[in-house]
């Protein structure tokens, strides 16, 4: 069935470095969500892209779905000690449910 | 988010006993979700509903029960709880189909 991959699984940078986490679908995406989960908390919806090559910015980070739609990255410029947590791309899995990646963990130094 | 509720926020139950876990949204949104979490293994649907008395199984529905006789909740009962069923479990809701899913806090739940 569909799947979702994140890389890289787990990154640990030092406050003002910037970070990368990649998602890549089996398939063609309608549309691609990302969440963020910090320690001990819930998922929260940060932003939903849909057109190909799209690209969309939110302060310091950027998220940017591929051409061919398979797949997508959200980027942080500058990390901050905020930013610490779990990043998860999802996409379509059915008429109406999703299928999350496993997330990047992300810890930030001071 | 206070529009979707979780409760309990943790539980410890011990194994073969029935527990329920309830999800209360105020949004009136159509869609809801369970989903566990477990490290290595992600978030992964449980049940979801599209609307009331709509429901339908996801990735790993075995051992749970949900029902939605009301479309603001969305309880799911572990029949017999086993020791694999030690998880995070979150609820989510959404207003549109498959756009921007908003998630409760999660319920801890350890069977012992």
């Given amino acids: ?18 970070f ?3 998602c890549n679908s089996s398939t063609t995406l309608s549309n691609i969500q990302w969440y963020k989960q910090r320690p001990g908390g819930h998922p929260v919806f940060l932003i939903q892209l849909v057109k190909s090559g799209e690209v969309k910015k939110q302060k310091r980070l950027t998220f940017q779905f591929g051409e061919a739609k398979k797949n ?9 000690t905020t930013d610490v947590g779990t990043y998860f791309c999802a996409g379509p899995a059915g008429y109406s449910t999703l299928t999350f990646g496993k997330g990047t ?6 | 988010d206070a529009g979707i509720t979780q409760s309990p926020r943790y539980k410890i139950t011990e194994t073969g ?7 209360h949204q105020t949004w009136s949104h159509s869609y809801m979700f369970w989903y566990r979490q477990d490290l290595g293994h992600g978030l992964r649907l449980i049940y979801y509903s599209a609307a009331a008395d709509i429901t339908d199984k996801g990735e790993v529905p075995d051992g749970y029960v949900v029902s939605r006789s009301k479309t603001e909740n969305f309880p799911l009962t572990l029949e017999s709880a086993t020791r694999s069923q030690t ?5 989510a809701s ?9 998630f409760g806090s999660g319920t801890r739940l350890t069977v012992v």
């Fill in chain 1, 105 to 110: 963990m992300l810890l930030v130094s001071p």
């Fill in chain 1, 72 to 80: 997508s990255s959200l980027h942080i410029t500058a990390t901050q």
């Fill in chain 1, 1 to 18: 069935g569909q799947q979702v991959m994140q890389i890289p699984q787990y990154q640990h940078v030092q406050e003002g470095e910037d």
């Fill in chain 1, 20 to 22: 990368t986490t990649y």
């Fill in chain 2, 87 to 91: 998880s995070v479990y979150f609820c």
């Fill in chain 2, 17 to 23: 006993r029935q527990v329920t876990l309830m999800c």
């Fill in chain 2, 94 to 102: 959404s207003e549109y189909r498959n756009y921007g899913y908003t």
